[in-house]
């Protein structure tokens, strides 16, 4: 059932192609909403010398990536009739997993909870048939909240999906003018693609 759902999807979308115009933006996430988990690990990327100045206040908030990018998609709503958002993807590094083991129900975590405030946010500025997405980035040893591993549950999740939904709507808003502007050239979209071998890679 899932995979013709994702067939049927992709049917639709290729039957319904239209033009479209898209921007990248970036916004700063609150840094109360993610912390290093393995911060002794961490320190031991820099020798002492470099590792002073990165955290001369004591503080551990560059141990972790706190930018947030936003790909937002606007389409021709009609032919002549201008352009509509349609959806936008965000990634923020962040483990998905502040609900806790404990529950049984299926749930989407920090990013499910991500894209529906997000959406709610956005209310009166997209349509119902909006879709915004909300996935990690380069996690890591990115956990949720300012305490690793505490009181992780509905509260922490609302807490830190809050702030990312927040960032979220930031960088919509300033893609707008990108968007206005015609957005990015699809022939201007540069792509990289690696594939990296760690057999043998030495672990001491």
Same mark, same amino acid.
């Given at each position: 059932?899932?995979?013709?759902?994702? $067939?049927?999807?992709?049917?639709?979308?290729? +039957?319904?192609? @239209? /033009? *479209?115009? %898209?921007?990248? &933006?970036?916004?700063?996430?609150?840094?109360?909403?993610?912390?290093?988990?393995?911060?002794?690990?961490?320190?031991?990327?820099?020798?002492?010398?470099?590792?002073?100045?990165?955290?001369?206040?004591?503080?551990?908030?560059?141990?972790?990536?706190?930018?947030?990018?936003?790909?937002? $998609?606007?389409?021709?709503?009609?032919?002549? +009739?201008?352009? @509509? /958002? *349609?959806? %936008?993807?965000? &990634?923020?590094?962040?483990?998905?997993?502040?609900?806790?083991?404990?529950?049984?129900?299926?749930?989407?975590?920090?990013?499910?909870?991500?894209?529906?405030?997000?959406?709610?946010?956005?209310?009166?500025?997209?349509?119902?048939?909006?879709?915004?997405?909300?996935?990690?980035?380069?996690?890591?040893?990115?956990?949720?909240?300012?305490?690793?591993? @505490?009181?992780?549950?509905?509260?922490?999740?609302?807490?830190?999906?809050?702030?990312?939904?927040?960032?979220?709507?930031?960088?919509?808003?300033?893609?707008?003018?990108?968007?206005?502007?015609?957005?990015?050239?699809?022939?201007?979209?540069?792509?990289?693609?690696?594939?990296?071998?760690?057999?043998?890679?030495?672990?001491?």
């Amino acid at each position: 059932a899932i995979v013709d759902a994702i $067939v049927a999807g992709a049917r639709d979308a290729f +039957a319904n192609l @239209k /033009p *479209a115009r %898209m921007a990248v &933006a970036q916004e700063q996430v609150d840094p109360r909403a993610t912390s290093n988990r393995s911060i002794e690990a961490w320190r031991h990327n820099f020798d002492e010398g470099a590792f002073k100045p990165l955290e001369a206040d004591g503080r551990t908030e560059k141990a972790i990536d706190h930018t947030l990018t936003v790909l937002r $998609v606007d389409t021709e709503a009609s032919p002549g +009739a201008g352009f @509509k /958002p *349609a959806g %936008m993807w965000t &990634a923020f590094a962040v483990h998905g997993n502040s609900v806790g083991y404990h529950t049984s129900l299926l749930h989407g975590d920090i990013h499910g909870l991500t894209a529906r405030l997000t959406k709610a946010k956005l209310r009166g500025r997209v349509g119902e048939d909006f879709v915004a997405a909300s996935t990690t980035g380069a996690e890591g040893d990115v956990a949720a909240g300012e305490e690793p591993g @505490k009181n992780p549950g509905p509260e922490l999740t609302y807490k830190v999906s809050s702030f990312v939904a927040e960032a979220a709507v930031r960088a919509f808003e300033a893609a707008q003018a990108r968007i206005d502007a015609g957005g990015i050239a699809l022939n201007g979209i540069p792509v990289a693609y690696e594939e990296v071998s760690l057999r043998g890679a030495p672990t001491s």
